[in-house]
C-alpha cells in the first residue's frame, strides 16, 4: 500500500461512501442508535484496524461512532486510510448502521501573530497539548488546534476588520456542505466578507464585525 498523500481531488474520486475529507484527514459519523450497536461496531472497527496495522481514532457516544482517519507517517490521507475506510463502511452495512457524513467537522482557532512559533509553546502549555512549529494540537482531542498567521495574509482582496481583530474560528466541513453553511450563517445576521478563496473557504462576520471562517478540504493548487 502506498504511502503518498493523497489529495483532495483523488479522495473526492476514490468515492467515499461515508467518508469525508476535513483537513488532512477522513472522517465519518456512523448512527448507530444506541450504545450496545455503537460498542458492537467499534469492536469490529478494532478488529479491522489490527488485520490492517493502520489504527483511526474512534469516538463512542450513545448513538453514534465517529471515525477519523489519517496516515501519521505521510501527515496526510494515503491509500491506506481509503482501504481501511472502505471495510469500515461494508461492515457498517452489514450491522444496518447508516452514517450522516454531512455532520463531520472540526473547529480550530487561529491568532495573528507576527512570529507563531514563539507563541505556540504558551498556548500548548495552557492547553496541555503540543507544540509544532506554528501550530498547537491536541492529540486526545479535548482542546481545539490552533494556528497562527500574519495579518496580513488573510486572504485575497480581504479589508482589514473593524474592529481589530486578532483571534478566529475557523470551521472545516465536507464541500457539499459549505454553501448551505454559508447561507445559514447569513441567514442568521451574519454578512459575507469574501468568497475570492471559495471552495476552499468563505469570510464571514457577525453583527458586530466579529469574523469566522467555513472551510473545506478542497485546495485549487492541489495536483495528482
Partial sequence: MSTDRLTYRQIAEADLDDFRPIFET?????????????????SRIGALAEAANHHPDVTLTYGSVRVLLTSHDAGAVTSRDLD????????????????????????ELALDAPDGGAL??????????????????????QSP????????????????PDPAQRWHIDVAIPLEEAEQRVRDV???????????????YWVLEDAEGNRACVCTAYRADETD
Fill in 120 to 141: 505556540a509553546p504558551f498556548y500548548a502549555a495552557l492547553l496541555g497539548a503540543r507544540a509544532s512549529g506554528d501550530e498547537v494540537t491536541d492529540p486526545s482531542g
Fill in 145 to 160: 488546534s490552533i494556528w497562527f498567521q500574519a495579518a496580513e495574509s488573510g486572504g485575497p482582496g480581504i479589508p482589514e
Fill in 84 to 107: 481501511l475506510a472502505r471495510e469500515i463502511s461494508a461492515v457498517a452495512r452489514e450491522m444496518g448502521v447508516g452514517s450522516n457524513p454531512g455532520s463531520v467537522a472540526q473547529i
Fill in 186 to 200: 447569513i441567514a442568521a445576521g451574519g454578512t459575507l466578507v469574501s468568497d475570492a478563496a471559495a471552495p476552499s
Fill in 26 to 42: 477522513i472522517r465519518a459519523t456512523f448512527e448507530t442508535g444506541s450504545f450496545a450497536v455503537g460498542l458492537d461496531l467499534v
